[in-house]
């Protein structure tokens, strides 16, 4: 018997697929346990050989990542003929060059998106669709970059919680070196997802589900025992980036 999350997201794949008229898929891994989960059911879904997994590193800032992310495709069955290894340090280097240059949040947004460049590209080249790994908690508090690494064709993982991809990746198997290591979007060195929210995912997971899912007020789950810095953290970050699911603003008629 399947762990019913993952035969619904199993389900909800090759349904997609059939109904677009698509049988292969292209996703980036990153050595995260997100894309590990989407790449690992995509397989499930659709067979090892219609999967198709781009590693996209910037030089050696996320050579771990991508290490990790290849032994764990060739752990899965997918052959190497499959695989794409395309390092953007490069194209994303000439960018600075040209603008001049870069903090961190504005070369990570450039990073992400010249991601998504690649992965498209792919995805035309085989004749796929590219599924997303973008999950619930990363995208209500807004943890993404426009047109970057939230563009995708299919976001199997995008109703299901941090703590889900967690239980997910669990039953799926995953390396334990995978589900160890800090979540990080691989944009800079040191970069992880909890060092930037001030907060973790696991508190984060319990706010956003009492408070989006049970629609309880900021004040009925601070009753619940988590700290009111937390709550109001994780409430200002989801307030600050609620434009973003908004996007484009369109001229009503």
Known sequence: MG????????SFIWETFQKAGFTNAVIGVSGGVDSAVSCALSVRALG????????MPYGMASMEGTLDGMNFVQGLGILIGNMTRFDIKPAVDSFEKALGPLDNARRGN???????????DQAKKRKALVVGTENKSEH???YFTRFGDEASDVEPLRNFY???VYELAQFLEIPENILKKAPTAGLWAGQTDE???????QD???????????????????KTGISR????????RVEENTFKHNLPYVLSS
Request: charged residues 35%; negative net charge.
């Open 204 to 222: 984060a997971d319990k706010i956003l589900a009492l408070y989006y899912d049970q629609k309880k007020s900021i004040e009925d789950i601070i």
């Open 48 to 55: 090892k050989e219609n999967v198709y997994p781009v590693l």
């Open 140 to 142: 209500l508090l807004g």
């Open 229 to 236: 810095e937390t709550v109001e953290k994780v409430a200002r």
């Open 110 to 120: 450039m990073i992400a998106r010249a991601r998504m460049i690649v992965l498209f």
């Open 3 to 10: 762990n019913e999350k993952a035969d619904k997201i199993e």
């Open 195 to 201: 060092g930037e929210f001030g907060f973790s995912y």
């Open 162 to 164: 941090k703590s889900d």
